[in-house]
């Protein structure tokens, strides 16, 4: 098993625990780390990403459709994230756009710890979801944005079913798996099979457009990362990667419902 590293910290676990690396930036670092861990004499991959076409111009586009990331050089990705927690302020809000004032909250925040923009070690990423479940929080249920501010739209607007399930995903993501297991329990208590866009906390009605598939992701994603740090929790980063391994194979191997390719 070979171990894709974009820096120290994922090639010294590829030097710990996998055949070999991949490296997939230019990063003299992960090679040292990936040697120092124990990845001397194992194979070391450097990725590439290859695209052909009729002319450089529609290159250049099928490779920013593929590998939209890829196709960001690794100071234009750093300059982004810096730009982004440049705005984070020390008691964890981030405004709604830039320049915004902090109280403008958006759930949207959480994507950055569920995504590891932040890192889940670091505090700032504790804070940052701690403030948006206070800020935006009603119950289990998260609103995207502060209730009763003008957003053009007529109507009473309820809180976000995605965005609820984004509480539960960035909670495990933290390791914090009692509170983000007491999250889930309450909202799986509460929504219908058929989970809406929004809902109304206070009667529990649903609202906008039902069902919402991206309400169903979300609660997949969010269901999925629970059980991913359950498995973290008693085994480590190396339990998860067997684990993920795993369901990768028998998803491939076996059809739903347990038969067998063929």
């Given at each position: 098993?070979?171990l894709a590293?974009?820096?120290p910290?994922?090639a ?8 070999g ?23 070391r ?5 290859v695209?052909w ?6 290159a250049?586009r ?5 590998w939209?990331?890829a ?10 994230r810096?730009r982004?927690?440049?705005e984070?302020?020390?008691?964890g809000?981030l ?7 902090p109280?403008?909250a958006d ?5 950055m ?7 889940r ?21 998260l609103?995207?944005?502060?209730p009763g ?8 607007e ?13 909670l ?9 297991e007491e999250?889930?329990?309450a ?5 219908p099979?058929l989970?809406?866009e929004?809902?109304?906390?206070g009667?529990?009605?649903?609202l ?24 973290r929790r008693?085994?480590?980063v ?10 990768h ?7 739903p ?6």
């Open positions: 098993m070979y590293a974009g820096g910290r994922s010294e676990l590829a030097g710990r625990v996998a055949d690396m991949i490296g997939v930036v230019p990063d003299h670092r992960a090679v040292e780390a990936f040697e120092t861990a124990g990845g001397h004499g194992k194979p991959l450097g990725q590439v990403h695209c076409a009729e002319d450089e111009a529609e250049r099928t490779a920013a459709r593929y939209p990331r196709a960001l050089g690794g100071g234009a990705r750093r300059e982004c810096e982004v927690l440049g984070l302020r020390d008691d809000r405004p709604q756009v830039y320049g915004g004032h109280d403008d759930a949207a925040g959480l994507l710890v569920i995504f590891r923009l932040l890192d070690r670091d505090r700032r990423a504790a804070g940052l979801v701690d403030a948006h479940l206070r800020l935006l929080g009603a119950g289990p249920f609103y995207r944005y502060e501010r003008d957003d053009g739209f007529a109507g009473v309820g809180a976000f079913v995605p965005c609820s399930w984004w509480a539960v995903s960035a495990a993501a933290l390791g914090r798996l009692e509170e983000a999250r889930a329990d909202l799986c208590a509460v929504l099979p989970l809406p929004e809902i109304d906390p009667t529990g009605l649903g906008g457009n039902t069902p919402l598939v991206w309400s169903h992701m979300e609660m997949a994603r969010a269901l999925h990362l629970l059980d991913a740090a359950a498995v008693r085994f480590g190396a339990g998860v990667i067997v684990w993920r391994l795993g369901r194979l028998r998803a491939r191997v076996l059809r419902g347990g038969r067998r390719r063929r």
